[in-house]
């Protein structure tokens, strides 16, 4: 039976920790899975089904929601495709269910690319690379966009990933985030404000267990100028040459898996379902059975930033820009 997620790229490499192994889809580019050791950092889902809760997916070019689809360019009123239907909004950009082609492959990485042409409500078009490598503590991801249309172009990048610790109920781990702020929305989940995170239930800079949180809520203050509150409680420098922000979950015997973005990554969502089809230990890994994820999304902007602006890159004719982040593990194969 074909992968409803197309073509499947499996990745793998010998670490320090133990044997690594990711499997990127050639549709939405996406992270299928992700191991090392033998133990899950993502969550995984068979090939038979479409990404659940789009996990693993890349955000591209806009990240999380747009209100009602519609978002004014010079006075001109441009309407998306109402991709939400039942919070009347458009998610989650145009490549969730586009073909990526692969551009180059070798043991331990991959290189897939994908064209957002024009269409309406997003008038013009974008050359996009997405490169997953993996290393001796992780896997990195580089993204890559390209203007090549004739009139400047509005572009947010983000992903989607469901971060885990195999053999470790999810409950029990424990969720930091670099981030000052909370983004502040309606009943639809769109932005009303941005709020300080400190005195609230939105303060997770020191921690809190999965069990405690139910969280489908954008963040802001990460990167440059937020919190000097390291998630892992380290300072500068961070563990990775290209990061900016890291947010983890950690298992109460001190293993952590680690999410990093680089200076472009000044958004973070948090979206902890109680109903993911997750591969319960010791299950048919055919057979996934509701349960709990964490998903931490690395996003350029926040939720409506055609219309906020805020975080909202405007690339220019021919212009090109690099995003990376990456997810690393610590206390692993000791």
């Known amino acids: 039976m074909r992968a409803a997620t197309g073509f499947q790229y499996e990745l793998r490499a010998a670490t320090p920790s133990g044997p690594a192994l990711a499997v990127v889809t050639e549709v939405a ?13 993502v969550e995984p889902f068979p090939a038979r089904s479409v ?6 997916i890349v955000l591209m070019p806009w990240t999380n929601r747009i209100r009602d689809g519609v978002w004014q360019q010079g006075g001109v009123r441009r309407e998306l495709a109402l991709t939400e239907p039942e919070l009347g ?3 989650h950009g145009l490549l969730r269910y586009s073909p990526y082609r692969l551009l180059s492959r070798s043991t331990d990485a991959v290189t897939l690319a994908a064209t957002v042409f024009p269409q309406p409500g997003y008038p013009f078009q974008l050359d996009t690379t997405v490169t997953y490598t993996l290393t001796d503590d ?6 890559t966009v390209r203007n090549v249309g004739t009139e400047p172009a509005p572009v947010a990048l983000g992903a989607h990933p469901y971060l885990k610790i195999g053999g470790v109920p999810t409950d029990d781990l424990r969720l930091r985030l670099a981030a000052d702020t909370h983004i502040d929305v309606d009943d639809r989940l769109n932005p009303v404000g941005e709020s ?21 809520d954008g963040f802001g203050g990460v990167g440059p100028g937020a919190s000097s509150s390291h998630p892992l409680g380290h300072p500068a420098p961070l563990g990775h040459p290209d990061a900016r922000s890291e947010h983890s979950l950690t298992a109460p015997d001190g293993r952590s898996v680690i999410l990093w973005g680089d200076e472009h990554i000044r958004y973070v969502q948090v979206f902890t379902p109680r109903n993911f089809p997750v591969t319960a230990p010791g299950s048919d890994a055919d057979e996934p059975v509701p349960g709990r994820a964490v998903a931490i999304e690395p996003m350029t902007a ?5 219309n906020s602006g805020a975080g909202l ?8 820009w690099t995003v ?3 997810i690393r593990h610590t206390g692993f194969g000791l």
Do not use: C, Q
């Open 29 to 41: 580019a996406g992270l299928r899975m992700y191991s090392v050791d033998g133990i899950d950092l």
């Open 51 to 56: 990404p659940p809760k789009g996990a693993g």
């Open 89 to 91: 909004n458009a998610v």
């Open 138 to 143: 992780g896997l990195d991801v580089t993204h």
């Open 196 to 216: 300080p995170v400190a005195g609230t239930r939105f303060d997770l800079r020191e921690g809190r267990e999965v069990r405690d949180l139910d969280l489908d």
């Open 302 to 306: 926040p939720a409506d930033a055609f």
């Open 313 to 320: 890159r405007w690339l220019e004719p021919e212009e090109t």
């Open 324 to 326: 990376r982040w990456g």
